[in-house]
């Protein structure tokens, strides 16, 4: 008996081992990959924050100095600039009617869609299909209809010069912007909604249509509890991408920028980041060398960190509930 | 079966458009449709990989010279069990410099983006000295031969050369020749008595009646040369713009819509031109006389112009650590001006507002105009590499197709800038062109114990700059470059009428009218980066990394106090100003 338990367990071992060797190298490649493109990425990104790179007058190559808080004093002073102010309050617009029009409307959209009345498949499809082409598309396509298209149109009613929308003033291009950005991301709220909500026990709709709920007190008391946590992942999520979202820019501008100046931090920091050769040395203007950057990026990290993990916590602790 | 028919038939004539419309790249071929004999893939042959910067100038030459470099080079061994060499071409705009150590490409020609310094300091390019000095060369070291104003650029801190200088471009005006002459938009001499008379608000002036009339010296101040009739200030410039808006069907500027930052290109182009040559040198070495802007008159800056004040000049000294004041020359804020003028003149082009037109439909509007969509303009604000671009893609074809003429018959011509501020008083001043495109051919650091792939490269890189390439790179573009050498009359001939004038305007053996990214200083060595003069530099960017000033002069708020407008030019011209505090981060004293 006990030959056989000692061969069983020398079995069992074996399988253990190779279980362990399959683990292992399944999770190898996404342990280098943290510790090279999070970790190490990071850890980097921290230290140059407090360097500084001078290049080498009569010679090749450059002097490290550790400058202690120089470049976060140049990153606060961009952040507390009209700029940043414009900037931030460009982002938090854009947050704002993602969150409540955006939402709301994807919510009632979805919430039509997920009990499947009239036409409902075919308002999925319509809905869906910004988010299924390409955005460099959708953006072309979008900034001919602004452009061109409007022109010609509104040319018919009036003998005057008709500009774009995109084109005609600072408040017309950040609107036409703002609508694109609604435009594209309200598919992919409506998909991912629906889809929660299709998972939603129907004994529960059910039962709760017994007792005489309407269709608005059932979105109110059964689907938005129930599809809570999806509704906090969009939230945080959007909170996350206050400056990191370049509400499209890059694909209506390029590197050149917006004919107003319409400019958001996810844009803005693009653009400062190329020439990479160049930038890693002081420049004259400030915030366009890499160790700036880093400060930047740090500071930035400190002040959306809290408020994001906050924001989660209240809303979890002070959500509604199904019961 | 039918439904399958039909949609092949759709699909065809939609290719069919595709190939038709602008845009449209070089024959995919390369080579100019001519078929590689010896440039061919072969496992017994070195392969090189070569990353070229595909802008505007295209890589029809660059194809063309692989396969005479590989027919010359058929025999040679470079690694045991090889014989002759490949070179394979990656020809994208967007090179990453950064990581190059990292990279399989061997030959990088690149663009603005990066200088031979910028990459010798980061160690990641190999030095060039042995090639640059290497005295067997036919017709001489191209040491000897480089543009001395070239040089300082082509170096490391080391003093050794990392680079070779590529093609140039300049920032302009074009027109077309046909367009001024149905326009009679020449100045007359001013003995010349066939004349028309303009009065403008702007001053008056007299234009010729007829094209035998004899036209003004134009900016070089010298009669019967090639600038003659054209403006020969800032003052007459615009006076020629408002007299195509008043007396022509013609909008007086032309500018792509999306491409509206292309302004920097003109800017520069001004800017250069009447400060003239040496104190564009000056600039970039950050030692010697300038003229700097030191405050501001009570009164306006042009005739008809009263929302921007003249500027108070005097000159100074640079010395590199008052090496910032090189961004208040008084000719930076005259060129800025004449495109705040435009703006609120109306001097533009309504095509130029709208963001969907490229920088072809640009072009268009001078060629094209009156035909579709495309508004007529008489001047087109462009760089100097249009005309090649144009012809890449194409874009004359759509003119024959249009017009059922041969665009061979379009005469181009790329305006010779104005060299002074005011008419009065006017001195002539040989024309200068500054480079913006700042190419560069650059080999791999990572080459450095390649044996095989490290002399390919150098023996690519000798072939490329030997004299019979340099001339053949010029006649397939039309482009010059900063090197010492000449075209004979018949390779002279085959350059478009548009280069063949560039190419006789400037000094091909010395440069000594060419502005390039270049200095022999330890100023220039430490902040080149800042104070560099191109497309989307620092300099030409005001508030934001790779703006222009264009959407600021757009904006129409007036401020009283100063009776100027709040983004007019002094505010721009302040804004790009580098101040004494950002000069102490970049400059130090050795």
Redesign the interface.
Known sequence: MEIVGTEKKKKMGKIHASRMKFYVLMFLPLIIQFLIFYVYLNFSSIVLAFQKY?????????TVDFVWFKNFATAFDFLFSA?AGEMLGNSLILYAVNLIIVTSLALFFSYYIAKKYMLSGLFRVILYLPTIVSGTVMAILY??IV??VY?GIASTFTDE?V??L??SSKTSEFLTILIFNVWVGFGANVMIYTGTMSGINESLVESAQLEGVNSLQELWYIYIPLIYPTLITFIVTGMTGIFTNQMSLFTFYG???????V?VFGY?FY??T?????N???????M?SYPELSALGLIITLIVAPITLITRKLMEKYGPSVD | MKIKKGLALILAICSMATFASCGFDEDSSSNGGVKNVYNVESKTKTKLQVIHFDGGVGHIWLDQAAERFAKQYKDKVYAKGKTGIWVDFTNTMTI???TMSQQDYDVYICER???PN???????VLPLDDIVKDETREGGSLESKLFEQVKGGMK???GKYYGLPHYESYGGFSYLTQTFDECLAYFAAEDETNIEEFPSAYGTANFVSTLEAKRSNGPDGKPDTEDDGMPCSIEELIILMDYFKQTTPYAPIALS?S???YINYTISGLWASLAGAEQMRNYYNCEGEIEIVDGYYDEPLFKGIDYIKKPKTKKVQLNGSNG?LGNDMVAKYYALALFEIIQKEGFYC?DA????RSHYDGQFNIYLGGTG?YKKAAILVEASYWHNEAKKAKCFDQYELLKQASADNLDFCFMPLPTNYYTEGATGKDSCFLDISQTFTVINGNLKNNDEEREAAKDFVRFLYSESELKAFTVETGIGRAIDYDLSAEEEAKLPTFYRRIWNSRDNNAGSNLIMLSGTT?AF???W???NIHL?S?TLSP??????PF?HF?KQDWDDKSGMYVYGTKTVFDELK?TKD??A??Y?E?
């Open positions: 001078t290049k080498n007058i009569n010679g090749l190559g450059h700029r900034q001919y452009t061109d022109i010069v500009l774009g995109l084109d590197q050149t920028g917006s004919n107003f100046e400019d803005y653009r400062l190329q020439d990479a050769s160049v890693l040395y002081p420049q004259a203007k400030p366009y | 990453d410099t950064a983006f990066t200088t910028a990459l010798a300091q980061g160690g990641s490391g801190n080391d819509g491409c509206d930052n910032y309504d507002y709208i963001s969907t969509i330890s060595r430490q902040v980066s800042s104070i989307s620092d508030y934001a990394k790779n703006s222009s959407s757009r580098i950002e000069w981060k970049i130090r050795e």
